[in-house]
Structures are given as structure tokens and as C-alpha cells.
């Protein structure tokens, strides 16, 4: 004989499953989760939820009000009758419930690239309250589902990072990737190399076992090519220093250096014979107006300069043109 059980008896347990599958049209997504934890919480459940369910199929129904998404080709047999139809283990009762429950599944991605021209800047502030200032000649992917992952396929990018520690941000480069421990960074994406600086923060470099953090000052050079990574530093305060004309190369060759402008600024440089593989260091003030900047670039790498229509020329001195 049974014992006079109130919750958790077969009665209370059959009132239950009535309940949830009577509420199940208008059910929020909250309830949607409460429901599959009723359901796993004990193997009498799902039982009495699958009795009722079956009872259910021989009563008439009209179909119900769900997505499209969830209704099967043939328009004209209830939904309700589709999804439970068979229903008889607990485990189908529990996968059906997991099926239509919205937060239960991840969110599909729904991915957009914002592309920048040479010369073009644009800020992007995210809802997350992250800010991604990109630079010219840029390309960035992101995820209108997931303000926590970003790609930056080509150019540069300043990022001030709203830090969450229980989900922290992801910029992907091509096979690399930098995760977000409350940061402000600049990274450049130039073919097969990819730079990070660090301003703020801190942040860690190919994240898990192998992991490089990265602290204010800090910079790093990788290249898929060669798999190599260079360590180096930076102050910290010249970090995206691009946003403000201020552009810092270290043993750089001038065909970067000048490529560089080109895509912050859109000026189209010419370098004869092997000047574009003249090393550079320094830090240079950039008005972004190519009359005044070219002639100053010249003047520091000690070359001669001429124009030809929208392009400049740099050349050593006396060499023949």
C-alpha cells in the first residue's frame, strides 16, 4: 500500500504533468527551462508527462501557434500530435522538451563585417559597452549574437574592452587569437603577421596551456608563416597611437613604414630600387595630409621625393630616375 505521500505522490506527480502540458502554448522561456529540470529531476515524471501526452493525442486539436520553424511539412496535422507522436520513454519526452526550448540551444551566430577603405576611420561601439575604434584599409568581422568574439581579418584595430570575467572577449586573427583580461590593445593584421600592444590591462595570447599574457608595455610579433613569436615593449602610452597621428616603427623597412600610411591615410608611395628594404625606427607626427607628410618622411629617411599625379616617388640621393 502506498503511503500518504503529498509531494511527490503518483496524484501530485499526474497533476503536475497535467499542468505542464496544459500551460505548454503559452509557456515563457523560463518556463521552458523549469520544465526540463521538472522533467529530469525524477524518471516518475517524465513517465506521468508521457501518459498524459499520449491520452492528449486522441482528443481533437487545432494547431498550435508556434514558429514555423517547428512545424513539419504537412501543415494540416496539429504540431502538438507531431512532436509528441510515439512518445512513450522518458527520454523522448525529455529530448522533445529540450528541442523547443529556446535557451536550452546556443544562438545561432549571426555574423556581419564592417570593411574600411584606406584613409577611413569608424568607431564601433558594442552593446556590451566594448569600443573598437578600426583604422583605414581594415577589414573586421563580429557577431550581432555575441558581442564577446571579434575577427580582424586585415588592418587595425584599437580595443577598449568592457571586462567580464565569466565571459571574456576573443579577438581572432587568422589561426591566432588574443582573449581579454581588462584590457586596452591595439592589434594589426598585415598578411602573415600579427601584432599585438598592450596599453591597459592585460591580455593573453594564443589562450590555454601555451598561453602568453601580455601586461601594459608589453608588444608581441607573431607570424603564421614562420611560427615564430617576438616579444618586445612599447610604452604605453604610444599604444593605438595612430588614432592621434602618431605613428612609432621600430627597425621596420620603409616598404611597411610606408604601407602603413597608406592604408591610415590612402597615400600612394613609390619606393626605387632597394629603399623599401631600409630599415626605420622612430616616431613620426602624421597631419594625414600627404603635401606635408611625404617631404617630412623624406627628410628623416634622407631621400629625394618627386610627384607623379596622385603618387609619390622616394628615391636615394643621386640615384637615377
Same mark, same amino acid.
Given at each position: 500500500?502506498?503511503?500518504?505521500?503529498?509531494?511527490?505522490?503518483?496524484?501530485?506527480?499526474?497533476?503536475?504533468?497535467? +499542468?505542464?502540458?496544459?500551460?505548454?502554448?503559452? /509557456?515563457?522561456?523560463?518556463?521552458?527551462?523549469?520544465?526540463?529540470?521538472?522533467?529530469? %529531476?525524477?524518471?516518475?515524471? $517524465?513517465?506521468?508527462?508521457?501518459? *498524459? %501526452? /499520449?491520452?492528449?493525442?486522441?482528443?481533437?486539436?487545432?494547431?498550435?501557434?508556434?514558429?514555423? =520553424?517547428?512545424?513539419?511539412?504537412?501543415?494540416?496535422? @496539429?504540431?502538438?500530435?507531431?512532436? #509528441?507522436?510515439?512518445?512513450?520513454?522518458?527520454?523522448?519526452?525529455?529530448?522533445?522538451?529540450? #528541442?523547443?526550448?529556446?535557451?536550452?540551444?546556443?544562438?545561432?551566430?549571426?555574423?556581419?563585417?564592417?570593411? =574600411?577603405?584606406?584613409?577611413?576611420?569608424?568607431?564601433?561601439?558594442?552593446?556590451?559597452?566594448?569600443?573598437?575604434?578600426?583604422?583605414?584599409?581594415?577589414?573586421?568581422? #563580429? +557577431?550581432?549574437?555575441?558581442?564577446?568574439?571579434?575577427?580582424?581579418?586585415?588592418?587595425?584595430?584599437?580595443?577598449? *574592452?568592457?571586462?567580464?570575467?565569466? $565571459? @571574456?572577449?576573443?579577438?581572432?586573427?587568422?589561426?591566432?587569437?588574443?582573449?581579454?583580461?581588462?584590457?586596452? !590593445?591595439?592589434?594589426?593584421?598585415?598578411?602573415?603577421?600579427?601584432?599585438?600592444?598592450?596599453?591597459?590591462?592585460? *591580455?593573453?595570447?594564443? @589562450?590555454?596551456?601555451?598561453?602568453?599574457?601580455?601586461?601594459?608595455?608589453? &608588444?608581441?610579433?607573431?607570424?603564421?608563416?614562420?611560427? &615564430?613569436?617576438?616579444?618586445?615593449? *612599447?610604452?604605453?602610452?604610444?599604444?593605438?597611437?595612430?588614432?592621434?597621428?602618431?605613428?612609432?616603427? &621600430?627597425?621596420?623597412?620603409?616598404?611597411?613604414? !610606408?604601407?602603413?600610411?597608406?592604408?591610415?591615410?590612402?597615400?600612394?608611395?613609390?619606393?626605387?630600387?632597394?629603399?623599401?628594404?631600409? @630599415?626605420?625606427?622612430?616616431?613620426?607626427?602624421?597631419?594625414?595630409?600627404?603635401?606635408? +607628410?611625404?617631404?617630412?618622411?623624406?627628410?628623416?629617411?634622407?631621400?629625394?621625393?618627386?610627384?607623379?599625379?596622385?603618387?609619390?616617388?622616394? &628615391?636615394?640621393?643621386?640615384? =637615377?630616375?
Amino acid at each position: 500500500m502506498k503511503g500518504s505521500r503529498t509531494v511527490g505522490s503518483d496524484d501530485t506527480i499526474m497533476a503536475e504533468a497535467i +499542468d505542464w502540458h496544459v500551460r505548454q502554448n503559452d /509557456m515563457a522561456e523560463r518556463a521552458w527551462v523549469e520544465f526540463v529540470a521538472w522533467l529530469e %529531476a525524477d524518471a516518475a515524471h $517524465a513517465e506521468a508527462y508521457d501518459r *498524459v %501526452a /499520449m491520452l492528449d493525442i486522441n482528443l481533437p486539436a487545432a494547431p498550435l501557434d508556434l514558429p514555423k =520553424t517547428l512545424r513539419a511539412a504537412n501543415d494540416d496535422i @496539429p504540431v502538438r500530435r507531431r512532436w #509528441l507522436w510515439g512518445a512513450g520513454g522518458t527520454a523522448v519526452a525529455a529530448a522533445i522538451a529540450v #528541442l523547443l526550448v529556446p535557451l536550452a540551444l546556443p544562438r545561432a551566430a549571426a555574423p556581419y563585417e564592417i570593411n =574600411t577603405a584606406p584613409g577611413q576611420r569608424q568607431t564601433i561601439a558594442l552593446t556590451d559597452g566594448t569600443r573598437i575604434e578600426l583604422s583605414g584599409g581594415s577589414r573586421l568581422k #563580429l +557577431d550581432r549574437n555575441d558581442t564577446r568574439v571579434a575577427a580582424l581579418e586585415a588592418g587595425e584595430a584599437t580595443f577598449t *574592452v568592457h571586462h567580464d570575467a565569466g $565571459a @571574456p572577449f576573443t579577438l581572432r586573427s587568422g589561426g591566432l587569437s588574443v582573449q581579454d583580461l581588462g584590457t586596452v !590593445f591595439n592589434v594589426v593584421r598585415s598578411g602573415q603577421r600579427f601584432d599585438v600592444q598592450v596599453a591597459e590591462g592585460s *591580455v593573453m595570447f594564443q @589562450p590555454g596551456a601555451e598561453g602568453i599574457v601580455l601586461k601594459p608595455g608589453d &608588444s608581441l610579433i607573431a607570424r603564421e608563416d614562420t611560427h &615564430s613569436v617576438t616579444l618586445g615593449a *612599447v610604452a604605453p602610452d604610444t599604444v593605438g597611437g595612430w588614432r592621434k597621428g602618431r605613428l612609432s616603427f &621600430s627597425g621596420e623597412p620603409l616598404a611597411q613604414v !610606408f604601407e602603413t600610411q597608406r592604408r591610415l591615410y590612402g597615400t600612394q608611395v613609390t619606393l626605387v630600387g632597394d629603399l623599401s628594404q631600409q @630599415p626605420f625606427t622612430g616616431m613620426v607626427e602624421m597631419t594625414g595630409t600627404a603635401a606635408h +607628410d611625404i617631404p617630412h618622411m623624406a627628410a628623416l629617411i634622407g631621400v629625394e621625393w618627386r610627384r607623379h599625379g596622385e603618387t609619390w616617388i622616394l &628615391s636615394r640621393r643621386g640615384a =637615377t630616375r
